[in-house]
């Protein structure tokens, strides 16, 4: 070979060998299942949208070796945050919130596909077909009242979505806005579904009329009406919702004309720093023995193979709702909703 041929020679090798360098650190620009899949270990940036998963975060850092850092955030804020910054992702793995919000994120691009162990056993609808995000749980929503309140304002404790409209409520209901909490926007999409449209949009019209201001945080409700701000409060209920029951001197109403819901999302980041130790999250924190650490009954919806799980809302009493139009139908019916509660929203 004479000199320019070895040249040549010499910088096709090193052309070939940068291409290589590019294609195994990459994630997939398309969101596929990225390339860089190596060991996991380092840090998981993790945006969540409760602190009370610290201790399963801490539980998978003891059992994986891998640390885990991460911040609390609605799911609207993650959403909106994401958009604003470039589609540069804050964390690696977006754990909890409204499965709204996961949907407009897939259609957005903002979500990397995973194919990891275990995602088989959790059934559809309560993951994406295409394994772009998957379900934790079921939120479910009711309201929580302040007995005391309500007996000095010679109220009664409200038993269905049909009595808050009532004005003798006026100014003592609470909701989050549903533009920032995942929870309160399943109401909104919930209701309109089972209501339809046009009366949907009235019955909303008139709560607005009782509602003096939105909040921000998906807990202002419960914490402000058992702190005697309000009298009511339109809240997620969990188990430990439930327990202020025997703490405070408050009431939990499941609704007797049906039970909004709205699955919890989890997903991974598209381009996140560190997928490896996103993936070998997913796949640790679907298995029974973890996935139960959150004491969410409803997982036995998401995943029916798990045992040792009783349900004791019984599905009949959950509305029923087409998961679909979550992430379709949210941009118009915030915008309405915007509308609607003008300079209401966001105190």
Request: net charge neutral; proline share 4%; charged share 30%.
């Amino acid at each position: 070979m004479n000199r320019k041929g070895k040249i040549l020679s010499v910088l096709l090798s090193c052309m070939l060998s940068f291409s290589m360098i590019g294609c195994g650190t990459k994630a997939s620009d398309k969101g596929g299942t990225p390339s860089n899949e190596g060991k996991a270990e380092g840090t998981l940036k993790i945006i969540a949208t409760s602190e009370e998963y610290k201790s399963l975060f801490d539980k998978f850092t003891k059992e994986t070796g891998i640390k885990v850092e991460f911040l609390s955030m609605s799911s609207g804020e993650v959403l909106s945050r994401t958009k604003a910054e470039g589609n540069k992702p804050m964390a690696d793995v977006w754990f909890g919130g409204g499965i709204d919000a996961f949907m407009q994120a897939k259609e957005e691009g903002l979500l990397e596909k995973c194919d990891f162990d275990g995602a088989d056993k959790i059934v559809e609808p309560f993951k994406d077909k295409d394994h772009y995000w998957f379900s934790k749980g079921l939120t479910v929503v009711g309201f929580i009242a302040n007995n005391d309140i309500l007996k000095e304002k010679n109220l009664e404790v409200p038993k269905k979505w049909t009595d808050l409209t009532d004005p003798k409520y006026k100014d003592e209901i609470l909701m989050s806005n549903p533009a920032i909490s995942g929870t309160n926007y399943a109401v909104v999409n919930s209701l309109l579904q089972n209501k339809g449209e046009e009366e949907g949009w009235k019955y909303f019209e008139a709560l607005n009329k009782n509602i003096p201001f939105y909040s921000k945080r998906g807990k202002d409700p419960s914490q402000k009406t058992v702190a005697g701000e309000v009298a009511i409060g339109i809240t997620y209920i969990n188990k430990e919702i439930e327990k202020l029951q025997e703490e405070k001197n408050v009431t939990v109403v499941y609704p007797e004309d049906g039970i909004p819901w709205v699955p919890e999302g989890v997903a991974v980041f598209k381009n996140s720093d560190n997928y490896p130790a996103a993936k070998e999250f997913m796949s640790w924190v679907f298995k029974d023995e973890n996935i139960k650490e959150m004491k969410n009954e409803t997982i036995k919806l998401i995943k029916p193979s798990i045992e040792g799980v009783e349900i004791s809302i019984t599905q009949d009493k959950l509305l029923k709702q087409d998961l679909s139009l979550f992430g379709k139908n949210r941009e118009a019916v915030l915008e309405k909703w915007s509308k609607m509660i003008g300079e209401k929203g966001g105190k």
